[in-house]
Nanobody
Framework: VQLQASGGGLVQPGTSLKLSCTVS????????IGWIRQAPGKQREGVGC??????TYFEDGMKDRFTITRANANTISLHISGVKSEDTAVYYC????????????????WGQGTLVTVSS
């Protein structure tokens, strides 16, 4: 089982950004994928998730600027529009369980994160 987040880097405020989560060893037809981020000096927080049927859920405050899509058979994308300095964080993807509109990462199904730095 492997998940790899990619697409991070230095971005200017107000621009858009796409992160990708590429998985192997399991099928996106059977596992939901969530995005979680950790800003410097802060605890991890959920961003949102996409279920096997394409339904998306977002944490409070994340719905307006974040979109999650399935790009292909083994890739999930996270689109961020109008990036802000507070979006600076390491972004992780994980296979998750979804219940009641909330998602819970599965142990052992985390990927390496990708760092996003928003700065002019």
């Amino acid at each position: 089982v492997q998940l790899q987040a990619s697409g991070g880097g230095l971005v200017q405020p107000g621009t858009s950004l796409k992160l990708s989560c590429t998985v192997s060893g399991f099928s996106l037809d059977y596992y939901s994928i969530g995005w979680i981020r950790q800003a410097p000096g802060k605890q991890r927080e959920g961003v949102g998730c996409i279920t096997t049927d394409g339904t998306t859920y977002f944490e409070d405050g994340m719905k307006d600027r974040f979109t999650i899509t399935r790009a292909n058979a083994n890739t999930i994308s996270l689109h961020i529009s109008g990036v802000k300095s507070e979006d600076t964080a390491v972004y992780y993807c994980a296979a998750v369980d979804v219940a009641g509109g909330r998602f819970y990462p599965k142990a052992g199904y985390w990927g390496q994160g990708t760092l996003v730095t928003v700065s002019s």
